[in-house]
């Protein structure tokens, strides 16, 4: 199209030309010729704009096809890649759940007001407050309305020529440090569990991250209203190294030492090695039970110079437990937890007795506790159900002559819970508790405390 319209204008000043020739006007030769160099100009320009016009044309359906093929390049690895990755998440199952709890809970403490609030949250029976010696005080309740024990979890499983990798990352919002009750109630989210464990072999595992320590059966925790339960329970979550061998379980698990200081003050401290834990499970179709033993290395080290070492000694603790379920008849079942050794401590009742306490050389002396706990279970109806828990712990103190500070070494723990839940759908639950602890100390001062829980709860 550009060729005919510029061989069109360049016809015309040939005719033009010839036309002035032919005249023979003289007279108009000079003013016809300045015209028709006029129109030449014009056309020369006419000629390189549209010369310039072709080249960029050109140059963009250049361009336009090197962006057309990078483009085409992109979407080839971009496909490649996603195929890639199904490739690689095709054999991996995802999984998350938890649950929305809201608790409504109403305490009377007989011996005033407990001097932390953790307490008001879920029984931490050690917060229980006691009389002051010869003392008398007025009781004290409280009405707490939570729902901190919320939890989220997500969960992997992939298989491989390994074996099985699978993961878990769970977290509620319990314990936080963050948040009050003036307005809007902003509790931060805190770890519950994050591990990973591979099945290289039917019944063999490997499992590294933080999770319920091998030396607590989860099972064997009565399926009360309260966050933890009760006071005679193991109770303990912690990073490991743990090893399952069909029905062994051997594991390597984070250490960390309470003690009673000379002056009754708690001392916290490091241990050098971690705590060893051994596991055997057994059972069969009605009846299943564990049977573990923890070692422990406790240590302790005065800096209060902190460039200097002051006062030091070690010593060795241990603990057992017994713990199970017995099915008795349909779903009701009976559900059992003995616990004895030297330095539970943080491992029973969330630290209900310490490890130890310093004698007046400054070395360390474990002190032996004993725990029991029972709970049954009973279905009253498909729909509605109960659960009856009773429970103690305590601790052999030293005497006065032994440890100056033994008065005030808790001595005894007790605690009942009775409950009813109404499950009128899966997933949902109502339920309303009633619970009962005391505790006592060496020297004979004691507290007790009433609660009364409602709950509703929705597992997704």
Do not use: C
Not at 22 to 27: N, Q
Not at 238 to 246: A, E, L, S, Y
Not at 320 to 348: D, F, H, I, P, Q
């Amino acid at each position: 199209m550009n060729k005919k319209r510029l061989a069109l204008a360049l016809s015309v000043p040939l005719l033009s030309a010839q036309m002035v020739l032919a005249s023979g006007g003289a007279e108009n030769v000079e003013s016809r010729i300045n015209a028709l160099e006029a129109q030449i100009a014009e056309l020369k320009a006419m000629l390189a704009a549209t010369q310039s016009q072709t080249d960029a044309n050109a140059k963009t359906l250049q361009t336009t096809q090197v962006q057309a093929s990078e483009t085409a390049s992109g979407l080839e690895t971009a496909v490649a890649t996603l195929d890639s990755m199904k490739g690689k998440l095709s054999n991996t199952e995802f999984d998350y759940g938890g649950f929305i709890q809201l608790d409504s809970i109403t305490t009377t403490y007989q011996e005033g007001k407990p001097g932390n609030r953790l307490i008001d949250d879920f029984l931490v029976a050690s917060l229980i407050p006691v009389s002051g010696p010869g003392a008398q005080t007025d009781s004290y309740t409280n009405t707490n309305i939570h729902n901190k024990t919320s939890r989220v979890f997500f969960k992997t499983k992939t298989p491989a020529d390994a074996g099985t990798i699978s993961s878990h990352v769970e977290m509620d919002f319990m314990l936080s440090g963050a948040g009050d009750e003036r307005i809007s109630n902003s509790w931060n989210p805190r770890l519950r569990h994050a591990f990973v464990k591979w099945d290289y072999e039917p019944g063999k595992s490997v499992l590294a991250g933080q999770t319920w320590s091998t030396f607590f059966n989860v099972g064997a925790l009565p399926g009360v209203l309260d966050f933890v339960g009760p006071v005679g329970t193991l109770f303990n979550r912690q990073p490991m190294i743990r090893w399952t061998n069909g029905n062994y379980q051997f594991a390597l698990e984070n250490p960390a030492t309470r003690l009673n200081s000379l002056t009754g003050t708690r001392l916290d401290d490091a241990e050098a090695m971690p705590d060893i834990v051994v596991r055997y499970n057994g059972g069969d179709g009605s009846h299943s039970y564990s049977l573990a033993g923890v070692m422990r290395t406790l240590q302790y080290e005065d800096r209060s110079n902190l460039a200097l070492e002051g006062e030091n000694d070690k010593a060795m603790g241990y603990g057992l437990s017994l713990a199970g379920k017995v099915v008795t008849e349909g779903k009701n079942n009976l559900k059992y937890m003995l616990n004895y050794g030297s330095a539970l401590g943080r491992y029973l009742g969330l630290n209900a007795f310490n490890d130890g306490y310093l004698n007046a050389q400054g070395d360390i002396e474990t002190i032996d506790q004993t725990a029991l706990t029972l709970a049954y279970e009973h279905y009253w109806t498909p729909e509605w159900r109960s659960v009856f828990s009773a429970s103690v712990a305590s601790a052999d103190n030293p005497s006065m002559s032994d440890y100056a500070a033994a008065g005030g070494l808790a001595k005894q723990y007790q605690s009942f819970h009775a409950n009813l839940q109404y499950l009128p759908a899966p997933g949902l639950m109502l339920g309303g508790e009633l619970l009962f602890a005391s505790k006592e100390l060496e020297d004979g001062r004691d507290g007790d405390m009433n609660r009364l829980q409602l709950s509703v709860k929705y597992a997704f």
